[in-house]
């Protein structure tokens, strides 16, 4: 495995299946394939699939940009294909850099940039029919006082993760301390049925976990696995094409009987979903392939038929 370090140094990239070196015996060498996976920590089913991908040839970068002194005029693409698994301001200015520099990205750099904002993600969700709470946007939270008045609102950071800085609020005074030198997202608060339902695809393979909210425990954030309803399926598979990705997460609140997007996220953790680690070291085993052979990363069932071994695009 190579050095978290090693994407900042000069180095050619392994962009073609066969190098134009020559072993000692005179014979082209294979070589193999480069992933460079950029995040801000390491969950197990991360750990575990970088080591699967190590099992199976693939030279893994791990790439922790908080961690590391970047000299930018040194950043060069070094990789055939980078994982974008951090949302961090850091880790998406970097992919930014290597995507301008031409590297592939997994997921589609402009795609995950874009998801980072929950205002642009809610109102492409919005446009592809899928159904989520009334959602207002405003820089003066007075605003949001006459709203109370049909019930409770959910806020959110506009650019928040991981369910931090999310609260709901019932009565005027208890927005008070919002800043009015940032948008503030607010939703119709859902009643929930029960706990929060999390949903992950992985190429056509979609997972539910039931979680409680908010998370307190190791344990919470593993929750329970469940089968997907017909309904749920379809809506997890519409929210990746309005998006244009394969890996994912996201959070629906079953509210009355009725299901409610309610966030997605570029590249979940995957926590709670069967044989994750394996599964998520095909995807990009594959993906890496495709890109390799010039073809898009998001794999089409044409794709998928062509290359059959791609057993993470198998419904």
Not at 12 to 30: E, N
Not at 66 to 89: H, P, W
């Amino acid at each position: 495995m190579n050095a978290p370090h090693a994407v900042m140094h000069a180095a050619p990239r392994a962009s073609q299946v066969m190098d134009s070196r020559q072993t000692s015996r005179g014979r082209a060498h294979v070589a193999p394939m480069r992933v460079g996976i950029i995040l801000d920590w390491m969950n197990p089913n991360i750990e575990q699939a970088v080591r699967a991908l190590s099992e199976r040839g693939v030279k893994v970068a791990l790439i922790q940009p908080e961690k590391q002194f970047i000299s930018l005029a040194r950043v060069q693409v070094e990789n055939d294909l980078y994982v974008l698994k951090s949302g961090t301001d850091l880790a998406l200015s970097l992919g930014g850099a290597l995507h301008a520099l031409g590297a592939a990205t997994l997921n589609h750099y402009p795609t995950v940039a874009m998801m980072r904002s929950k205002i642009t993600v809610t109102r492409i969700l919005q446009a592809a029919g899928l159904p989520t709470p009334d959602t207002y946007v405003t820089t003066a939270r007075d605003d949001l006082g006459p709203l109370l008045e049909a019930g409770p609102l959910i806020i959110k950071p506009h650019r928040g993760s991981r369910g931090e800085g999310i609260r709901i609020v019932r009565q005027v005074g208890e927005m008070a301390d919002l800043s009015a030198n940032e948008p503030i997202l607010a939703q119709r608060y859902m009643e929930p049925d029960g706990p929060d339902h999390k949903i992950f695809c992985i190429g056509e393979q979609f997972f539910g976990v039931r979680r409680i909210w908010p998370l307190r425990t190791y344990e919470d954030k593993v929750g329970d696995p469940f089968s997907l309803t017909p309904e749920l399926r379809d809506l997890a598979r519409r929210c990746g094409r309005a998006f244009g990705i394969g890996v994912y997460g996201m959070d629906v609140v079953l509210s009355a009987g009725r299901p409610y997007v309610v966030d997605v996220s570029h590249f979940g953790s995957y926590m709670g979903v069967p044989d994750a680690p394996r599964l998520l070291a095909e995807y990009i085993y594959a993906a890496c392939q495709r890109s390799l052979r010039g073809e898009p990363l998001l794999a089409t069932a044409a794709t998928t038929q062509r290359c059959g071994g791609d057993r993470a695009t198998v419904p």
